[in-house]
């Protein structure tokens, strides 16, 4: 009868604790992470649109893609550390401005995210700026069943090693 009662008292503390450590993970692995699509407009007409990953922990950007319409400007980044929310690059024009020279400068920050957009060509020089916006991206749930697999397995690595049956021994 002791036997029954402990491995039924086992088996309901070891799922409780996966419960615990699935939630707990999941909340602070997508509390940190916000991605927002930008979108920006330059005088000309030019376009600059992409993604954005914004690290609240970090105060920074994550990781972005970005392009720039009627240009041969594309770039993307990632770094866990931050560093991808300033952008500095000269390429040429695509289209109408296929002639032309540009210089794109800016920085992603939450409550300004200024960008100068410098076309050169034929006409002279032309600096023009805009305010890029930013709209949150509803990210999808990861699955719970593979973190449910993942707990389960170290868990039955526990039992198997013996570490669990050592630490209630120390406890009683």
């Known amino acids: 009868m002791t036997t029954i009662r402990c491995s039924i008292t086992r088996f309901v503390v070891l799922w409780a604790l996966g419960f615990g450590l699935i939630v707990a993970a999941s909340g602070t692995a997508r509390a940190d992470s916000i991605a927002y699509n930008v979108l920006g407009t330059f005088?000309?007409?030019?376009h600059l649109?992409?993604?954005i990953t914004w690290n609240a922990a970090l105060n920074s950007?994550?990781?972005s893609t970005l392009s720039l319409s009627s240009?041969?400007?594309s770039a993307s980044c990632s770094s866990p550390s931050g560093g991808c929310g300033a952008v500095f690059a000269g390429f040429w024009g695509a289209g109408t401005l296929s002639k032309s020279y540009e210089i794109l400068l800016g920085a992603f920050l939450p409550n300004s995210s200024?960008?100068?957009l410098t076309v050169t060509g034929s006409e002279g020089i032309r600096i023009m700026a805009t305010n890029v916006s930013w709209a949150r991206v509803a990210v999808p749930e990861e699955s719970i069943i593979s973190e449910l697999l993942i707990v389960l397995v170290g868990f039955g690595w526990l039992v198997k090693s013996g570490a669990l049956s050592q630490f209630r021994k120390r406890v009683a």
């Open 43 to 46: 005088s000309n007409g030019q």
């Open 61 to 63: 950007v994550t990781s």
């Open 49 to 51: 649109s992409g993604q």
């Open 71 to 73: 240009s041969t400007f």
């Open 114 to 116: 200024l960008f100068a």
